[in-house]
């Protein structure tokens, strides 16, 4: 059974940074793809970013310039550098991670982690 453990949330001032990770145990298959997905209070949760099995990444339109996901020397792990933060950034970020391409989502959820954009 997949799971996944995500880290790196916190709080931060507007203009800040913050790097979330996301590592995925109980798998050693390779083929996969890795996703952030984020969901605000009273909202529905919305994709931010995907990183393909080959490594091709796409973005949110709201954090294309500012963020970069990536992955780590380890391929069931990922990154997601998140710059010029903005108080409207502020959600609970879930790492989603699956054995397919696409944008998501995929079968497998994180437990989220919070992160707080003060202005």
């Known amino acids: 059974q997949v799971h996944l453990v995500e880290s790196g949330g916190g709080l931060v001032q507007a203009g800040g940074s913050l790097r979330l990770s996301c590592a995925a145990f109980?798998?050693?298959?390779?083929?996969?793809?890795m996703a952030w997905y984020r969901q605000s209070p009273g909202n529905e949760r919305e994709f931010v970013a995907v990183?393909?099995?080959?490594?091709?990444?796409h973005y949110a339109d709201f954090v294309r310039g500012r963020f970069t996901i990536s992955r780590g020397n380890v391929k069931n792990t990922a990154f997601l550098q998140m710059d010029s933060l903005k108080p409207e950034d502020t959600a609970d970020y879930y790492c989603?991670?699956?054995?397919?391409?696409?944008?998501?989502?995929?079968?497998?959820w994180g437990q989220g982690t919070q992160v707080t954009v003060s202005s």
């Open positions: 109980g798998t050693n298959f390779r083929f996969n793809s």
């Open positions: 989603n991670f699956g054995f397919a391409d696409g944008l998501g989502p995929f079968d497998y």
């Open positions: 990183i393909s099995n080959d490594g091709t990444a």
